[in-house]
């Protein structure tokens, strides 16, 4: 289904980065990417975020970056 973007806004966009902001405060930037970010046009109603985390030198036992706490 189809939905018109000016309608719904980002209000679900904000909820969502809003949540997953209390649960991964490491967290750089949460961004609203792709239909339903763009003003004025149709999309599904599935929201895309992307989230941003910083990345250590320090190396986990299977020599993988490690998320910065």
Do not use: Y
Not at 8 to 37: M, W, Y
């Amino acid at each position: 289904m189809l939905i018109c973007r000016a309608k719904n806004g980002c209000s679900q966009f904000f909820e969502e980065a809003s949540a997953l902001k209390e649960i991964l405060p490491q967290v750089d930037r949460i961004n609203h990417i792709g239909s339903t970010a763009v003003p004025l046009i149709w999309a599904k109603s599935i929201v895309d975020i992307l989230v941003e985390v910083p990345i250590t030198k320090t190396k986990t036992p299977h020599n993988t970056p490690a998320i910065a706490p």
